[in-house]
Each structure stands twice: as C-alpha cells, then as structure tokens.
T-cell receptor, first 108, second 113 residues
Framework: GQNIDQPTEMTATEGAIVQINCTYQ??????LFWYQQHAGEAPTFLSY????GLEEKGRFSSFLSRSKGYSYLLLKELQMKDSASYLC?????????FGTGTRLQVFP | DVKVTQSSRYLVKRTGEKVFLECVQD?????MFWYRQDPGLGLRLIYF???????EKGDIPEGYSVSREKKERFSLILESASTNQTSMYLC????????????FGNGTRLTVT
C-alpha cells in the first residue's frame, strides 16, 4: 500500500526555525518532493531529494532518509509570507503521491 | 516560466451534466496530470498521460475520463456529474520521464448541485 504522513497543523514565530516531518511507505519509491501552497492558490515546487542527505535552497532545506522512509522540510528565518500549507509527495514508480499537507501559521 | 492554464476558475454544474475541464501548457511538456484536492484528503491523482493519445488511470479514476489529442492539451471529462465530484481540480505538467517537478495550474473549483 501507499501511505504518506505529515502533521496537520503547525505554528511558529516570525524569525524562528521550523521543521515539518514526513514519513512515507510506498513501493517503487524514487524520490521525495516538497511543495508550498498558499490558500486559494496552486502548489508550487520547493525541492526534491533522491539520495539520502540534505538539500539546501536558501532559507529552505529538505532532508531524506530512504532507509527510514523519512523526510523533513526545514524553514529558517521564518517570514509571515511562509504561512501556507506544505505538501510532502513521494514519487512512486511513475507518479507523484501526495500527503494531506501541513498547514503552517507564522505569528509575529 | 512554465505556464499551465485551466480554462475556468469557478464552475457550477447540475447533477447529470457532462462537464469538460480544459488544461493547456505552453512548455512542450510530455507529461500531464489531473488531481482533485479535498480538505483532509490532500491531492489525489485521477488520470495522467505521458504522451499524446496515451492515458493512464490514477488512484481515483471512477466517474472520470480524459482526452489528450494534442501534446499541450489535457482535458478531464465528467460524463455525468454527481455531487460527490464537487471539488478543486488541479492540472499539472512535467517534462520527460522520471523525477521532474510538477507545474500546476491555478485550479478549477467545481460545484455540482
């Protein structure tokens, strides 16, 4: 079967660091994607990991452990505009399977 | 920048109507996808296509069909709309095979009454 789990909601303070975790169980796993989705808008691509380790892209970093079926998205120096849903998605053989998303609220 | 355009932002249809949702991408991408997004359920894959005239069922194809007559256009068809098909529909495209990021359209919010 296929299963992707991530927390439903998180809150954080402006300027802080937040880590959004994602665990997955899929057959034919090829890679892990992270998307950001603001309310009422389309998801936009943030990053992806194929191999174990950390990928850094400015304020955002993503980590993958294939052996543990685990990934996280790290957001540094949080800004108010980072309030959004963050979607974890596993690439499974030939298609992308999404988790239900983590809604992040950033407070001043 | 990749542009994925969905023909309607909001759509209201009656139960039993045939509904067409159109999607066009302008980056010559081989792959196109239709998802629906519902609260608490996330994005679920309905159908996808890796080439013209080719289609594959996703996780929830029941009640839907698709058409890909041209590379840039991927249409989702609801043969006989039902109230449980009220949802946000998102079209996406990506380049080539394998690990290419999906680029999404702005979505069509369909209400079936």
């Amino acid at each position: 079967g296929q299963n992707i789990d991530q927390p439903t909601e998180m809150t954080a303070t402006e300027g802080a660091i937040v880590q959004i975790n994602c665990t997955y169980q899929t057959s034919g796993f090829n890679g892990l994607f992270w998307y950001q989705q603001h309310a009422g808008e389309a998801p936009t691509f943030l990053s992806y990991n194929v191999l174990d380790g950390l990928e850094e892209k400015g304020r955002f970093s993503s980590f993958l452990s294939r052996s543990k079926g685990y990934s996280y998205l790290l957001l540094k120096e949080l800004q108010m505009k980072d309030s959004a849903s963050y979607l974890c998605a596993a690439f499974n053989t030939d298609k992308l399977i999404f988790g239900t998303g983590t809604r992040l609220q950033v407070f001043p | 920048d990749v542009k994925v355009t969905q023909s309607s932002r909001y759509l209201v249809k009656r139960t039993g109507e045939k509904v067409f949702l159109e999607c066009v991408q302008d980056m010559d991408h081989e792959n196109m996808f239709w998802y629906r997004q519902d609260p608490g359920l996330g994005l679920r894959l309905i159908y996808f296509s890796y080439d013209v005239k080719m289609k594959e069922k996703g996780d929830i194809p029941e009640g839907y069909s698709v058409s890909r007559e041209k590379k840039e256009r991927f249409s989702l068809i609801l043969e006989s709309a039902s109230t449980n098909q009220t949802s946000m529909y998102l079209c996406a495209s990506s380049a080539g095979q394998g690990l290419s990021p999906l680029h999404f359209g702005n979505g069509t919010r369909l209400t079936v009454t």
